[in-house]
């Protein structure tokens, strides 16, 4: 009996081992992609970002001008870094799309999600915001390798792809600050996310678990899931102005209708606060716990091939 007990210790011990050591390698991964995207700040940076943290933007260093030098500079990026999963044509096809559960983004259609006008087209600085911070819980990550001024190129390429940019920029809906306290909006949103009937995609806890959830496809007729805001990150991420952006504007392509057409700038913003309220929060416990929640499609976006050439390009894109 007592050899039995001492096997068992030992198997345990063994499988306690086997998790700590594949747990050491999965952040020495993360680390060394991290720091191949962009020295050892971007490892802060990514353990930030897949713990959930909203990364910060450089917008104070002036856009370079939106030119044939500049779309070209942003196609040869693009080329580099994008078409794993983009494809060649940035229509979503590329050789890793189908391994992904979040499909890319296929910018030849004409159907953008995350943006902040009403109008089919999104601006240059909702395109940035994706490119800098990334996609939480998809493999969309942020580029902490790329300079401002290469974000801006890939932006002004990617507008060559469909013909939604040939018109001026379009404005941005306007985002309303609170007009009560957090906690009576908190409770406003609450009512208004049962008005809104949220509950039949997300569910009435936030669970992503409500009674459409299982019948919602997007504009080719793939199956697509609501978040679940109790224990998945945002993938806007957490701040209220993402939050208020997604629920007023919508997201294109999807069963998700932009609500600016039926409740209140009030009930938006009270809406926002509610969700915010609920939400995953970042736990702010560094690379470990971020890599322990690491999402299939966010290991996926570290192990793309094309993450691990940060600075080929460099010598051509400063000429």
């Not at 009403?118 to 942020?142: C, E, Q, S, W, Y």
């Not at 993938?235 to 932009?258: C, Q, S, V």
């Not at 609500?259 to 009270?270: H, R, V």
């Not at 192990?303 to 000429?319: C, E, G, S, W, Y």
Request: hydrophobic letters at 40%.
């Amino acid at each position: 009996m007592e050899q039995k007990k001492k096997s068992k210790v030992a198997v345990y011990a063994l499988a306690g081992g086997g998790v700590v050591i594949l747990l050491l390698l999965l952040v020495l991964f993360v680390t060394l992609v991290a720091k191949s995207m962009g020295g050892m700040g971007s490892v802060t940076l990514m353990a930030q970002w897949l713990d959930g943290q909203t990364l910060s933007l450089d917008l104070e260093t002036p856009p370079p001008p939106e030119n044939g030098d500049s779309i070209e500079a942003g196609k040869a990026i693009f080329e580099m870094r994008c078409i794993a999963c983009h494809g060649i044509k940035g229509d979503g096809k590329g050789k890793r799309a189908n391994e992904l559960k979040t499909r890319p983004a296929d910018f030849t259609s004409g159907f953008f999600k995350w943006k902040s006008t009403l109008d089919p087209a999104p601006t240059n600085l909702d395109l940035f915001k994706v490119i800098g911070r990334g996609l939480h819980g998809t493999a969309m990550l942020p580029w902490p390798a790329l300079r401002p001024a290469e974000t801006w190129q890939v932006v002004y390429y990617i507008k060559t792809l469909s013909d939604l940019f040939e018109e001026n920029q379009p404005k941005p809906v306007n985002i309303s600050g609170p007009t009560r306290s957090i906690p009576s909006s908190i409770l406003l949103g609450k009512k208004v996310y049962e008005k809104a009937k949220c509950y039949e995609c997300h569910g009435f806890e936030g669970r992503g678990d409500g009674q459409k959830a299982g019948k919602l496809k997007d504009y080719k007729g793939l199956p697509i899931k609501p978040r679940n805001f109790i224990e998945e990150t945002l993938k806007r991420g957490n701040e209220l102005d993402e939050i208020y952006l997604t629920i007023a504007t919508g997201l294109n392509g999807t069963p998700m209708a932009a609500y600016s057409k039926t409740l209140s700038e009030d009930e938006m913003i009270s809406l926002a606060y509610y969700i915010r309220s609920i939400a995953r929060k970042p736990a702010g416990q560094g690379m470990i716990s971020a890599a322990m929640h690491m999402t299939p499609d966010e290991q996926m976006g570290m192990m793309i091939d094309h993450v691990m050439k940060p600075n080929v390009l460099r010598p051509n894109l400063n000429k």
